[in-house]
C-alpha cells in the first residue's frame, strides 16, 4: 500500500508503539505527536486508529515473512527455529501477532483477519518446506506448534532457549527413529 511521508512517519511511529506498549495503551495523540503530525493527518490518511493497527500487522507479517525467507534460502526445514532465535534477539516483547490477539482478539477488530492470516502463512510455509523435503503434512504442522510455543515461551515464558530446545524437538518429529538408540 504506498502512503505519503506523513503516512509513513505515522505508521513507524505506530508500529514502534504499538509494539512496544500495546495497541490498547497507545492513542492517536501520542502516534501523531511521535509522528510529527496531526490527528487529522491520522484520520485523513487511515481512517481510523483500528485500520493504523491493521496495517502495522500487515508490514509487520511482511517483514517476518522476508526475514524468513531470506533466511531460510538454502538451509533445512528445523532451521526454522535457529531462524526464529536470531529474530527474537531483537523482539523482546515476543509475538506482535500473539500480543495483539490479546488484546482485541474476539472483538470483531479488523486486524483479526490479519493476525489469523500471519499464522496461516506460517503453518502452510512449514507444511509446503515438510513436503519439499520428504516428510509428511503432519510433520509440518508439528512445528508449526513447536515454532508458535518456542516463539512465546522465549519472550513471555522466559525460556531464552526456546527455540534451540523447539529445535531439539523438531529433529525427534523429523526423524523419530535418529532418538530412540538411548
Known amino acids: ?3 505519503t511521508p506523513a503516512g509513513e512517519k505515522l505508521i513507524a511511529a505506530a508500529s514502534t508503539l504499538f509494539y512496544r506498549h500495546g495497541i490498547r495503551a497507545v492513542g492517536v495523540d501520542l502516534i501523531a505527536e511521535t509522528a510529527g503530525t496531526t490527528k487529522k493527518t491520522l484520520y485523513d490518511r487511515f481512517g481510523s486508529k483500528d485500520a493504523l493497527v ?5 508490514r509487520r507479517a511482511g517483514v517476518w515473512q522476508a526475514f524468513l525467507l531470506g533466511h531460510m534460502r538454502g538451509r533445512p526445514l528445523v532451521d526454522v527455529f535457529d531462524v526464529l532465535a536470531l529474530w527474537l534477539r531483537d523482539q523482546d516483547r515476543g509475538c506482535a501477532f500473539v500480543n495483539a ?3 482485541i482478539g474476539g472483538t470483531g477488530h479488523p486486524a483479526e483477519p ?3 492470516a500471519e499464522k496461516d502463512w506460517m503453518r ?3 507444511v509446503g518446506r515438510a513436503r519439499e523435503e520428504g516428510f509428511p ?3 509440518g504442522r508439528a512445528l508449526h506448534l513447536l515454532y508458535e510455543g518456542a516463539s512465546v515461551l522465549a519472550t513471555a ?3 531464552a532457549d526456546a527455540p534451540a530446545q523447539a529445535r531439539v524437538s523438531a529433529l525427534a518429529v523429523l526423524h523419530p527413529s535418529a532418538g530412540s538408540a538411548g
Open 114 to 116: 490479519v493476525i489469523r
Open 101 to 103: 490477539y490479546a488484546e
Open 157 to 159: 515464558g522466559g525460556i
Open 54 to 58: 491493521a496495517l502495522y500487522l500487515e
Open 1 to 3: 500500500m504506498g502512503t
Open 124 to 126: 502452510e510455509y512449514l
Open 137 to 139: 503434512d503432519s510433520a
